[in-house]
């Protein structure tokens, strides 16, 4: 009887075990699919690149877009010379928020390395960006003015908005429909948005290391011929700078082509 007890009570434990494990696997699945649900649903830029990805009829070789946003930084100029080195072109996102002012001089050389600028936030302070689509616009004078010293604002016309066109967080500031309102309104005044469908969640929490984040590309590229990827350009993500040129190496085996969002966009334009 005492050896019947104690089976049972092992079944019950190796039965525990195997349910706690499914849960988190479950969970970790779950973690993983909230986050490119907020942050990366991403496969609809606006202009030809929107069409040709979701009917698929392109005749174009495979491209990736390398684009980094929350620079300038004291990471952009390692960033620059890997990119020099390697002969890749890449599109900056930039910012112009206090703790990267003093770096704000490297727009031009961001520039003059035949790099793509485009627009992200003055603040990227979502409280206020999002407030209205009136804040919005002052938001993004306010980068444009700060840019004016060192590139031809005129010439820029292409943004990604803070956490991507979809996301949810500035639901709870500027209402439900501010995204679309501003997507409309973004074409209505002549720009190009665009967002991501690879995603190296090197910004998160977890604070990634390069082999992570090359591990994070490698997932999310997986299958698809067009790959824009979103990186960061901060004084925290040293690692992006490590991974970076293991990064350009798998793309390069993989039979991709280099080029900006701009160059992208004209491309697949070309094809229709």
């Given at each position: 009887m005492r050896r019947d007890a104690d089976r049972e009570e092992r079944n019950a434990r190796l039965l525990a075990g195997v349910v706690l494990a499914a849960m988190l696997v479950m969970l970790s699945g779950i973690i993983h699919l909230l986050y490119h649900r907020e942050y990366a649903e991403t496969d609809t830029p606006n202009d030809c690149f929107a069409v040709s990805a979701a009917t698929g009829e392109t005749a174009l070789p495979k491209i990736v877009c390398l684009t980094f946003d929350d620079g300038p930084s004291k990471n952009t100029r390692p960033i620059l010379e890997i990119l020099d080195?390697?002969?890749?072109?890449?599109?900056?996102?930039?910012?112009?928020?206090?703790?990267?002012?003093?770096?704000?001089?490297?727009v031009a050389d961001i520039a003059a390395a035949g790099h793509q600028i485009a627009l992200h936030s003055a603040t990227h302070q979502y409280s206020k960006i999002y407030?209205?689509?009136?804040?919005?616009?002052?938001?993004?004078?306010?980068?444009?003015?700060?840019?004016?010293?060192?590139?031809?604002?005129?010439?820029?016309?292409?943004?990604?908005?803070?956490?991507?066109?979809?996301?949810?967080?500035?639901?709870?500031?500027?209402?439900?429909?501010?995204?679309?309102?501003?997507?409309?309104?973004?074409?209505?005044?002549?720009?190009?948005?665009?967002?991501?469908?690879?995603?190296?969640?090197?910004?998160?929490?977890?604070?990634p290391d390069a082999a992570q984040i090359l591990r994070n590309i490698r997932r999310d590229a997986d299958g698809q011929d067009t790959c824009v990827v979103l990186l960061h350009d901060t004084k925290a993500t040293g690692q992006t700078v490590k991974a970076l040129p293991d990064m350009i190496a798998y793309f390069r085996e993989q039979g991709y082509n280099f080029c900006t969002v701009a160059q992208m966009d004209a491309l697949q334009c070309e094809t229709k």
């Open positions: 080195k390697e002969q890749v072109p890449a599109t900056f996102f930039v910012c112009a928020q206090d703790a990267n002012e003093k770096y704000l001089p490297l407030a209205s689509t009136d804040a919005f616009w002052q938001d993004i004078r306010t980068l444009r003015q700060a840019l004016e010293p060192y590139v031809d604002v005129a010439a820029i016309d292409w943004l990604r908005f803070p956490g991507g066109s979809t996301n949810t967080v500035s639901h709870r500031y500027g209402g439900n429909g501010i995204m679309k309102a501003l997507k409309a309104q973004a074409e209505d005044k002549g720009y190009h948005w665009i967002d991501w469908n690879v995603c190296a969640e090197d910004a998160t929490a977890s604070h």
